[in-house]
């Protein structure tokens, strides 16, 4: 006498929670699709607690506010989101000019400079970093027999064509008026997107200017002789890569609203 086809009986939800407890995140996941006995077998937070704890301590100390399970896929996420690798920036150097103003406290022009990113020399190369020299006859000799002036500095960043403009920095800062002086200037840079105001980006705008001239020079005059300009990490006080820079920079100048 012939018997129709044997009918399987689903293992007990005791047997699933002993075999569940050796298996990864992946096939946990995987297994819970299966039915809803095995979804509600497979989803318990005995089961999934010591996983979170393992993979993501620090959010197994959350309030539990929600399954374990899902705590689990929102890390997984994020730590996905964290190493991808980032796109390439919209802009390019050859996008870019960089303008520099240094002037005194009266308003009087100091040294003034604007010239192609592109053509500037990148110090050191792969960083953010770039010397911008200043021709004799774009600056004013100034301070014959002061040590040290406050200056003015503006860096502006230009988008070529003027189809955009971003102040990366306007502050104040002492020079020293002598062959070789210094002055080194320094400005926090808003984060990109929304509250600008209210919200930093770990970014610091550096400029640096060094002057030339004295008494060695054909007029004894003291004038500037290079600038220059980059964008700081300060978390470590490293220059950004040029690509970081690009892409910090094409938030503000690819998305200029038009009155």
């Known amino acids: 006498m012939e018997t129709g086809p044997a009918t399987l009986t689903p293992p007990p939800w005791e047997v ?19 039915s809803k006995s095995w979804s509600f077998s497979m989803s318990s937070d005995d089961l999934w607690k010591p996983i979170l704890t393992t993979h993501f301590p620090s959010l197994s100390t959350l309030p539990h506010a929600v399954p374990f399970r899902r705590l689990f896929a929102m890390g997984h996420s994020a730590t996905k989101r964290r190493r991808r690798n980032p796109s390439r920036p919209k802009l390019s150097l050859s996008d870019l000019v960089f303008s520099v103003s240094i002037s005194t406290r009266g308003s009087h022009v100091v040294s003034t400079t604007t010239k192609p990113c592109d053509m500037l020399l990148v110090d050191p190369p792969g960083v953010f970093r770039f010397d911008v020299g200043v021709d004799r006859d774009d600056g004013a000799a100034m301070g014959e027999g002061l040590a040290e002036m406050k200056l003015k500095v ?13 102040t990366m920095m306007e502050c ?7 062959d070789g002086g210094e002055g080194f200037f320094s400005q926090e840079l808003p984060a990109p997107g929304c509250c600008l105001n209210a919200v930093a980006s770990a970014l610091m705008a550096d400029l640096k200017v060094e002057m030339c001239g004295g008494k060695g020079s054909d007029d004894g005059k003291v004038r500037v002789s290079k600038v220059g300009v980059g964008i700081l990490s300060a978390v470590d006080w490293r ?3 040029v690509e970081d820079g690009l892409r910090y920079l094409q938030h503000f100048l690819l998305t200029c609203d038009v009155l």
């Open 172 to 178: 104040e800062g002492m020079v020293g008026i002598v």
């Open 154 to 166: 503006t860096w502006n960043v230009i988008l070529k064509g003027w189809r955009g403009i971003f």
């Open 16 to 34: 699933l929670l002993l075999v569940a407890h050796h298996l990864d995140p992946k096939t946990l996941a995987i297994a819970s699709c299966v």
């Open 239 to 241: 220059y950004v890569g």
